[in-house]
């Protein structure tokens, strides 16, 4: 089954790096200096920041469904990165280094399946939700933190 990771546009957070600490703030947003690799991933290029760079980490909704599963949670954003476009079948190491739980879900936003795997087994387990009939699409999360990654589609 051919796939493709979708990152988040980056047009919605550009404008974080102008903001100062008390508008960050009034948006419940943090700004943060990386020290540690990885540990900071981003959702817009889906690559784990390196030491030094600045992140964003922001509350975000990544499941609008109208359903019981319409779900947000926190993520990091690196400043001033394009959105990855990646090839199908591609999973990014910022994913394949990590565990991960994907969740399936039919066109409605209703959840119809899920897996936990190593990030290295993510494309195999994606094959396999995909060939489940009711499966749209899927979010992938960080297992550890329960947040979300990233969303998967046909390609």
Same mark, same amino acid.
């Given at each position: 089954?051919?796939?493709?990771?979708?990152?988040?546009?980056?047009?919605?957070?550009?404008?974080?790096?102008?903001?100062?600490?008390?508008?960050?703030?009034?948006?419940?947003?943090?700004?943060?200096?990386?020290?540690?690799?990885?540990?900071?991933?981003?959702?817009?290029?889906?690559?784990?920041?390196?030491?030094?760079?600045?992140?964003?980490?922001?509350?975000?909704?990544?499941?609008?469904?109208?359903?019981?599963?319409?779900?947000?949670?926190? %993520?990091?954003? +690196?400043?001033?990165? $394009?959105?990855?476009?990646?090839?199908?079948? *591609? &999973?990014? @190491?910022? =994913?394949?280094?990590?565990? %991960?739980?994907? +969740?399936?879900?039919? $066109?409605?936003?209703?959840?119809?399946?899920? *897996? &936990?795997? @190593?990030? =290295?087994?993510?494309?195999?387990?994606?094959?396999?939700?995909?060939?489940?009939?009711?499966?749209?699409?899927?979010?992938?999360?960080?297992?550890?933190?329960?947040?979300?990654?990233?969303?998967?589609?046909?390609?």
């Amino acid at each position: 089954m051919s796939f493709r990771i979708r990152a988040l546009p980056a047009a919605p957070f550009a404008g974080l790096s102008g903001l100062d600490e008390a508008a960050l703030s009034a948006r419940l947003i943090k700004r943060l200096m990386v020290d540690t690799y990885p540990g900071y991933p981003c959702r817009v290029s889906l690559e784990d920041a390196r030491p030094g760079e600045t992140v964003h980490l922001l509350h975000y909704t990544h499941q609008e469904a109208e359903t019981p599963f319409r779900a947000s949670h926190a %993520i990091y954003v +690196r400043d001033g990165v $394009a959105s990855a476009d990646l090839p199908p079948g *591609e &999973v990014p @190491d910022m =994913i394949r280094r990590r565990i %991960i739980s994907l +969740r399936a879900f039919d $066109a409605d936003g209703m959840m119809v399946n899920a *897996e &936990v795997t @190593d990030g =290295i087994d993510v494309a195999a387990c994606i094959g396999t939700l995909f060939r489940h009939p009711s499966t749209d699409y899927i979010h992938l999360h960080f297992a550890k933190q329960g947040c979300f990654a990233a969303r998967v589609d046909r390609a």
